[in-house]
């Protein structure tokens, strides 16, 4: 039984940084895209980045709302994919999903749908 499981969420000031993880086990991940989403209380689960399998060596995708402050990062010997969050802003406050799943279209790493697995999520807060 494949599970995900997130970690490393907490509370932080604006500015500050986390690093989640994400742990699979019971399958085979390093062929397949793994990614964070992350939803706000009232607001739909929204694309945070993602990153292709060995198939795909390993290119990054990111939010524009992100890119530049946000990591996505794996380390296939662990099954793990991790996300450093910089320059961390309270519209950053979230759950946030780690997710997995055979993806062969690299543009099809944004849609929640393409995802087979999913964490049970870790919640990021950022005080102003």
């Known amino acids: 039984q494949v599970q995900l499981v997130e970690s490393g969420g907490g509370l932080v000031q604006t500015g500050g940084s986390l690093r989640l993880s994400c742990a699979g086990s019971?399958?085979?991940?390093?062929?397949?895209?793994m990614g964070w989403f992350r939803q706000a209380p009232g607001k739909e689960r929204e694309f945070v980045a993602a990153?292709?399998?060995?198939?795909?060596?390993?290119?990054?995708n990111y939010a524009d709302s992100v890119k530049g402050r946000f990591t996505i990062s794996r380390d296939n010997t662990k099954n793990t994919v991790y996300l450093e969050m910089n320059s961390l802003k309270p519209e950053d406050t979230a759950v946030y999903y780690c997710a997995a799943g055979w993806i062969p279209k690299i543009s099809a790493v944004r849609n929640r749908s393409s995802y087979s697995y999913w964490g049970q999520g870790t919640q990021v807060t950022v005080s102003s």
């Open positions: 990153i292709s399998g060995t198939a795909g060596a390993g290119i990054t």
């Open positions: 019971g399958g085979t991940f390093r062929t397949g895209a």
